[in-house]
């Protein structure tokens, strides 16, 4: 663990028990997969840390520290020890209630395995919605709470991930993920106007795929021949169902796009 500064062992890492992080949730993260101790795409996990901190007027460290703490960090582990590196930025110890404190943020960063995913995933429509007008769409919080609820509604009912709609009923995201269709042949994802997390691992593929950002109802699930998720620690993972709707998993795009994020992934680490 990496705090603050310094370098520990889990078992000595302290964070206050009144810290706004653990309190209320008031915090921002990053996870990035570690390839051959080398996080990936790492410049665009800092920027999206410094973005979601700025929706939460948090003071995030200078790149250059952050980035002195995870070379420090990693450095203290085995070859190919790490597969996976979380930083958080929380609101720092404070007062009892809502509003922050003043002692300036708490720091940490943590290393972990990766899991193995199943090659491919079952999904749930849950009843809730993500709030696309709420004051922390598409910040990465650590407010995690809705996703936890849904994530358990998932799996009661034997799905791996469970995919929210907007409030206004476009396909968002899943809990730990974004979503891609293929519709009519054309490959698509949900709009970040429907609240989703801008996933680095959706901006990759959008960019190496050229597929396109549009808002979906619920009903192109009806009209997909092909459904997959992404994220930094399941890079693309095909859908074989969501409810009782079956796909090909993989399908032919989402074999090609799942290749080709291989194909960059080994040829650049910070793409
Ligand atoms: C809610 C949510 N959406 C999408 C993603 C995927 O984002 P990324 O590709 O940056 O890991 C995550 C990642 O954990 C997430 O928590």
């Known amino acids: 663990v990496w705090l603050d500064g310094k370098v520990l062992a889990p078992d000595e890492a ?6 706004h992080g653990l309190t209320v ?6 996870t990035m997969k570690v390839v051959d101790g080398v996080p990936f795409a790492m410049s665009r996990h800092l920027a999206r840390l ?7 007027g948090l003071a995030v460290p200078a790149e250059d520290d952050l980035r002195a703490g995870v070379r420090e960090l990693l450095s203290a582990h085995g070859p190919g020890e790490v597969g996976r590196l979380r930083i958080t930025v929380t609101g720092g110890d404070g007062p009892a209630g809502t509003e922050r404190g003043t002692s300036g943020p708490t720091v940490l960063m943590v290393t972990g395995q990766l899991r193995a995913w199943a090659e491919s995933a079952a999904l749930t429509v849950v009843p809730w919605a993500r ?5 922390v769409a598409g910040a990465k919080t650590t407010s995690y709470a809705e996703n936890v609820v849904a994530l358990a509604r998932a799996k009661v009912v034997g799905a791996d991930e469970a995919l929210f709609l907007d409030t206004r009923g476009h396909l968002s995201e899943c809990t730990g993920s974004n979503v891609f269709l293929v519709v009519g042949g054309r490959l698509v994802t949900p709009a970040l106007s429907t609240g989703c997390l801008a996933g680095v691992t959706r901006g990759l593929v959008l960019e190496w795929s050229g597929a396109d950002e549009v808002e979906l109802p619920e009903a192109a699930l009806d009209e997909a021949t092909e459904v997959f ?3 930094s620690t399941r890079d693309v993972q ?5 409810d009782s709707r079956r796909y090909a998993a993989p399908g032919p795009v989402t074999a090609r796009a799942a290749a080709d994020f291989r194909t960059h992934l080994a040829a650049d680490r910070d793409p």
């Open 14 to 19: 302290r964070v206050a028990v009144t810290d």
């Open 25 to 30: 949730g008031d915090g921002v993260f990053e």
């Open 50 to 56: 410094r973005s979601s901190a700025d929706r939460l």
């Open 131 to 135: 709030n696309e007008r709420s004051a």
């Open 229 to 231: 998720l992404t994220s």
């Open 238 to 242: 095909p859908v074989h169902a969501v």
